[in-house]
């Protein structure tokens, strides 16, 4: 924490006590005036309030007038020339008028209009840096007839609405930076069934994982609880040996604490027992979820699959005139069904993520390649970084091992996603790497 003084260094001088004054200056009485100019005597004053007078609050300068000032920096204009915009709120606000509607209106301009350029602004310094980062100033991706089909300079802002306040366009792509910089911390263990686990294997976690699938779509919870509920059962895991006739107790735990964090009205501990049949009692759930809360010592903000997914989905739906629900549908399914696979703990959620995407692509269009520039460059990977996730995603998708487990297939089954389980591609993906 920064002391005043050290922020601006004039901050000393305004701290100085009045104790302090009157140790370096003598008081000055009518009497002493009156000797010092020859005994003129000095008539009684009133004290200079002027002096004494506050600070005047931020308030008094509008959002217009910051908006007007740095309009005018990014155009090289001069700021002496808005001075006059910083009086006239002050002056407003004296007389007790209230502002026009007219000047609200120019105010929203100007304030819209100051948050395209500055994304403008930082979409060319990312193209910039990636483009002296490359030998060519172009990268390109080549169809089977050999013509260039990615152009990095074709990258759509995505965080060019600044409309909606959700969207935070402003702060996005800072955003995401501390996101993918969050994702290499807090991960499981790729390989705790073959370190810590001795009771239970990946056959037994995939049945539960099946099975919480089934339960948050009975209890309709967002899907940000499953996945922070695998989240937390993986990394328990990955430290602590755990018999088989707890792992149930461990999946409904974790299920009440992801619940409790991500739910307007998570269920109660009550809810939780009873779809276990009663097999664990209440002191026993919120025994396990004390062990889990204090294992991760509550730290419940992680990145998982599902939050890169919402941004790279909406990088995908650029390249398109009208949003596709289907791609979304089919993306979150594809994604839905790495849960399950312990196998995919190896790889990082932003690159499951952008391979659901990439196969969701290739599944409903077959005629133009799944990744563009736009794509590269919001999920930060080339296709050829995406080829083992989406092989493996694939055969998921097709199901190639003969799993019986289908939670997941009958909940995208439904109308309301478009039955997109259903959905496969008759061409295989292994054809877009194959060069």
């Given at each position: 924490m920064y002391s005043s003084s050290s922020m601006h260094p004039n901050?000393?001088?305004?701290?100085?006590?009045?104790?302090?004054?009157?140790?370096?200056?003598?008081?000055?009485?009518?009497?002493?005036?009156?000797?010092?100019?020859?005994?003129?005597?000095?008539?009684?004053?009133?004290?200079?309030?002027?002096?004494?007078?506050?600070?005047?609050?931020?308030?008094?300068?509008?959002?217009?007038?910051?908006?007007?000032?740095?309009?005018?920096?990014?155009?090289?204009?001069?700021?002496?020339?808005?001075?006059?915009?910083?009086?006239?709120?002050?002056?407003?606000?004296?007389?007790?008028?209230d502002i026009p509607m007219e000047m609200m209106a120019d105010i929203h301009t100007e304030k819209s209009k100051l948050a395209e350029d500055l994304s403008k602004i930082r979409m060319a310094e990312a193209q910039d840096a990636s483009l002296s980062n490359s030998k060519d100033e172009e990268i390109t991706e080549q169809k089977e007839d050999g013509s260039a089909v990615m152009d990095f300079l074709q990258v759509v802002d995505i965080d060019s609405n600044v409309e909606d306040p959700q969207c935070c366009s402003l702060y996005a792509a800072d955003i995401y930076d501390n996101i993918h910089v969050a994702e290499l911390q807090q991960r499981p263990l790729a390989n705790y069934m073959e370190l810590v686990q001795r009771d239970i294997d990946a056959d037994m976690r995939k049945i539960l994982i099946d099975w919480l699938v089934e339960v948050s779509d009975d209890y309709k919870l967002v899907p940000d609880t499953l996945y922070l509920t695998v989240n937390l059962i993986d990394r328990f895991l990955s430290n602590t040996y755990i018999e088989r006739q707890r792992l149930q107790l461990l999946g409904v735990s974790c299920m009440l604490i992801a619940s409790k964090y991500e739910e307007l009205s998570a269920p109660r501990v009550e809810e939780f027992c009873f779809i276990t049949a009663n097999t664990y009692t209440r002191p026993e759930v919120l025994s396990m979820e004390n062990q889990v809360l204090n294992f991760v010592h509550f730290k419940l903000s992680v990145p998982t699959t599902k939050?890169?997914?919402?941004?790279?989905?909406?990088?995908?739906?650029?390249?398109?005139?009208?949003?596709?629900?289907?791609?979304?549908?089919?993306?979150?399914?594809?994604?839905?069904?790495?849960?399950?696979?312990?196998?995919?703990?190896?790889?990082?959620?932003?690159?499951?993520?952008a391979s659901a995407v990439f196969l969701a692509r290739w599944t409903l269009d077959q005629t133009d390649h799944p990744w563009n520039p736009t794509l590269q460059h919001y999920t930060r990977y080339e296709v050829a970084e995406l080829k083992t996730a989406v092989l493996a995603m694939e055969d998921l998708q097709l199901n190639t091992s003969g799993s019986t487990l289908a939670a997941t297939r009958e909940k995208y089954n439904q109308p309301k996603f478009k039955s997109v389980a259903k959905l496969t591609s008759p061409k295989r993906v292994t054809s877009l790497f194959s060069r």
């Open positions: 901050a000393n001088k305004e701290n100085v006590s009045t104790s302090d004054v009157q140790e370096n200056f003598v008081r000055i009485t009518r009497s002493r005036a009156k000797n010092a100019l020859g005994g003129v005597a000095v008539p009684l004053t009133k004290p200079s309030f002027k002096q004494q007078k506050k600070r005047a609050v931020l308030k008094d300068v509008s959002n217009a007038s910051a908006d007007n000032i740095y309009s005018e920096l990014l155009k090289g204009g001069n700021i002496k020339a808005n001075r006059k915009c910083l009086k006239k709120p002050k002056k407003a606000a004296k007389e007790g008028a939050t890169f997914l919402r941004r790279f989905i909406k990088a995908a739906q650029a390249s398109y005139k009208v949003p596709l629900i289907e791609l979304e549908c089919l993306a979150n399914y594809l994604a839905e069904l790495t849960l399950m696979e312990y196998t995919f703990l190896r790889f990082l959620p932003s690159l499951t993520a």
